[in-house]
Each structure stands twice: as structure tokens, then as C-alpha cells.
């Protein structure tokens, strides 16, 4: 089945450094990704809607300056934390839809820990 | 406003025992409906979903779902549990249109007991 890979699958940093995140589709084109961050225990919560060429676009309350996202080509959306705090540390996922079937499919996930 | 309710947070059930996991959701209009499994430090694999037709929906894994539009509920079944099973499931729900963009349940926490 198609796969959605996500890189790293986990990333350990200091207080304010910026700490990127990889969602590539492997045997397909996205032109529409999405991120997500789930905390410990808890469910998934839409962070971000990323469309390939354009800007993304943000739930109502998630800072765009705070998580920069670029989806640059048709396989690769980036998360980017900028100046990443303790608070940011949490389990982040992507999911791609497939261009042609239009399906939906996940990452493996990124669990990040900010120092 | 749309969401999604998973009214047991933890289950524990015996290998071999049958499974029912409670969704029920609130939505403005006939939505679509998901249910994904998470292992572990995993994301999550579609089971199933239901878009139109057949309101009972067979899924992967042995797993099957039914749409009950009266009840707003979506529930998963699976006949008999395996040690395998045991996970953390979502029951998810989409607008009908393109994005795709998913509401999420809290989660259910399936442990499986020999």
C-alpha cells in the first residue's frame, strides 16, 4: 500500500534551537498534506493544512511563525519548530492525500523532546 | 459544532473475546467516517471507513463497523480479539469534499488479557 514516511522519527533538542520535520509520500503525489500533534494519552489535533505551491493553512489557535510549513514539491511537506520549548515536545504526525485516488494516509510519526 | 466522542477511554477484554468500541459524533451533515488503529509510538492505519451504502463495513484485520445514522454512531466490532489487537484506536470523522481533514475521538486504549 502507499506509504507515508516521515523523518526523523524522533529528534531530542535544546530550548530554542528549530528542529525540522520531513513528510515525503513514496509511491504517490499529495498535492494536500496535513499535520498533526498528539500529546501523551491523548488524541490527534489538526495543526496545519499543507498545499504544494501555496502557503498552508492553520487551526485557529497554532502560531504559523511558531511551525513554519513549506511543501515545496508534490512528495515533501516540512514542519519546521522554531525556537522550540519544552512545551512544543510532542508526538507530531502527517497524513498525505493521494492526488489521484484522493485517500488518505499517515506517517509513522515524530516524537520530539525539547530540553 | 462537529466532534467526535469515544465514551471508554481504556478497555480490557480476554483473547477470544468479542469487542465493541463506542463512537458517536455530532455533524452537520452525513459525514464521512474512519476508524484508525495507533501502536505504540506508531501512526495510525485505517481499519476501515464508511462513506455510503452499506451501513456495516467490513475493515482489516477481522475488524467491521456500523453506521447507525439514528444514533450518530459509528461503532467498531471484531468478533474475537487477539493479543495483536491491542492498541489505541480513533474513530475519526471528514466532511464530504476534497480536504479530507479529519476530526479525531479522544481515543480508545484496547489491552488484551491470555
Known amino acids: 500500500g502507499a506509504v507515508v514516511s516521515q523523518h526523523p522519527s524522533w529528534v531530542i533538542c535544546k530550548s530554542g534551537t528549530s528542529v525540522k520535520i520531513e513528510c515525503r509520500s513514496l509511491?504517490?503525489?499529495?498535492?494536500?498534506m496535513f499535520w498533526y500533534r498528539q500529546f501523551p494519552k491523548q488524541s490527534l489535533m489538526l495543526m496545519a493544512t499543507?498545499?504544494?505551491?501555496?502557503?498552508?493553512?492553520?487551526e485557529q489557535g497554532v502560531e504559523k511563525d511558531k511551525f513554519l510549513i513549506n511543501h515545496a514539491s508534490l512528495t515533501l511537506s516540512t514542519l519546521t519548530v522554531t525556537s522550540a520549548h519544552p512545551e512544543d515536545s510532542s508526538f507530531y504526525i502527517c497524513?498525505?492525500?493521494?492526488?489521484?485516488?484522493?485517500?488518505?494516509?499517515f506517517g509513522e510519526g515524530s516524537r520530539l523532546t525539547v530540553l | 459544532a462537529q466532534s467526535v466522542t469515544q465514551p471508554d477511554i481504556h478497555i480490557t477484554v480476554s483473547e477470544g473475546a468479542s469487542l465493541e468500541l463506542r463512537c458517536n459524533y455530532s455533524?452537520?451533515?452525513?459525514?464521512?467516517l474512519f476508524w484508525y488503529v495507533q501502536s505504540p509510538g506508531q501512526g495510525l492505519q485505517l481499519l476501515l471507513k464508511y462513506f455510503s451504502g452499506d451501513t456495516l463495513v467490513q475493515g482489516i484485520k477481522g475488524f467491521e463497523a456500523e453506521f447507525k445514522r439514528s444514533q450518530s454512531s459509528f461503532n467498531l466490532r471484531k468478533p474475537s480479539v487477539h493479543w495483536s489487537d491491542a492498541a489505541e484506536y480513533f474513530c475519526?470523522?471528514?466532511?464530504?469534499?476534497?480536504?479530507?481533514?479529519?476530526?479525531f475521538g479522544t481515543g480508545t486504549l484496547l489491552a488484551v488479557q491470555p
Open positions: 475519526a470523522v471528514g466532511a464530504r469534499g476534497a480536504t479530507n481533514k479529519l476530526i
Open positions: 509511491d504517490f503525489q499529495a498535492t494536500t
Open positions: 497524513s498525505a492525500r493521494d492526488l489521484n485516488t484522493g485517500e488518505l494516509f
Open positions: 499543507s498545499n504544494e505551491g501555496s502557503k498552508a493553512t492553520y
Open positions: 455533524y452537520g451533515a452525513t459525514p464521512y
